[in-house]
């Protein structure tokens, strides 16, 4: 049965199920999945490496379901022409992520795709509604890679009300099943947006060995810090640190990050070469809280159908019990 909310009236789409745009990650391959399945899949446009993302958008020529193309606002910013390609593909919307969308949000909606926004405070979800957001993602420090302070339970009720029905709000940030959707339902939120359980797919690009550990993790095992940014030497913006599953590399520096900071020339050449072998004793697997939630390696299709069903079910359960204490 269809779930159908404001944001799946938007987007045009059977279920209120979004996945990530997981840089690297989610290719075409999940794009094509998750999208197929009736759900809304997001290309991951990440930090712009323009070859990558000429290839995967030349995979979805004549995919005629609706779809997505994620940037990381503050580094597309860097590369602006890389919007002109994405733009090209004629995805349904364009997810920006951290950073002002406004420079952008013109040259989308004249293309006419939507512009979805992530946000992680009422601060950023004002600025993106000023800029035009037909979408808000609201995302909780729970999620996978990137993100800032807030709880998903605290956060998606401040930007629904922030909202005021305005446009839909998504809810991000340690959700991998139908109860997460119900809950974020409840809470006044459109849909969801999924990343980890999405990375645990058939389809996702990322290596077997790190699906594999984000299945074994227990929902305590990951952590938000700046660790893999200093060790791969990139600078991101306050407030924004990234989560990713605990390891040795991980352990060794937890406190110790200004000794990190100073050991960079040594440090970043063994963890870039550690990425390129994954060995992810020291690569970090950017997974969020949900990995206890997470313990198999589906097809994408079936994520997307079990999620439906499950919220299904509880929704259903819901209105009985509402029915019967009535009577």
């Not at 899949?41 to 193309?69: C, H, N, Q, V």
Request: overall charge neutral; glycine content about 12%.
């Amino acid at each position: 049965m269809p779930l159908t909310t404001p944001l799946t009236t938007k987007l045009g789409v059977r279920h209120p199920i979004l996945s990530a745009p997981m840089d690297i990650v989610a290719g075409s391959r999940l794009v094509r999945a998750v999208s197929s399945a009736g759900g809304f899949g997001i290309l991951g446009g990440g930090y712009g490496d323009r070859s990558w993302l000429e290839r995967e958008i030349a995979k979805l020529k004549g995919f005629s379901m609706p779809f997505g193309i994620g940037f990381i606002t503050w580094s597309l910013a860097k590369q602006p022409e890389l919007l002109d390609l994405a733009i090209a593909a004629r995805p349904r919307a364009i997810m920006l992520s951290f950073g002002d969308p406004g420079p952008f949000a013109a040259a989308i909606k004249a293309a006419g795709a939507l512009l979805i926004c992530q946000v992680q405070d009422e601060t950023m979800a004002t600025q993106a509604l000023d800029a035009g957001a037909d979408i808000l993602i609201a995302q909780g420090t729970e999620a996978g890679g990137h993100g800032a302070s807030r709880t998903t339970l605290n956060i998606v009720p401040a930007i629904v009300d922030l909202a005021a029905g305005r446009v839909p709000v998504v809810a991000a940030g340690g959700i991998a099943d139908g109860r997460g959707l119900a809950a974020m339902l409840m809470l006044g939120a459109s849909g969801v947006l999924l990343g980890t359980r999405f990375y645990a797919s058939q389809e996702a690009d990322g290596a077997d060995e790190a699906k594999r550990r984000i299945c074994a993790a227990k929902s305590g095992e990951t952590i938000r810090s700046v660790i893999f940014d200093l060790s791969r030497n990139i600078t991101w913006p306050a407030p924004f640190t990234g989560r990713c599953l605990l390891n040795d590399h991980a352990r060794r520096w937890m406190g110790r990050e200004i000794d990190l900071l100073q050991q960079r020339s040594v440090i970043v050449p063994d963890y870039m070469a550690a990425r390129a072998s994954a060995n992810f004793d020291v690569a970090a697997i950017i997974a969020g809280e949900a990995v206890g939630l997470i313990h198999d390696i589906p097809p994408a299709a079936e994520i997307v159908g079990r999620i439906a069903d499950e919220t299904n079910q509880i929704l259903q359960g819901r209105r009985n019990s509402s029915l019967t204490a009535a009577e």
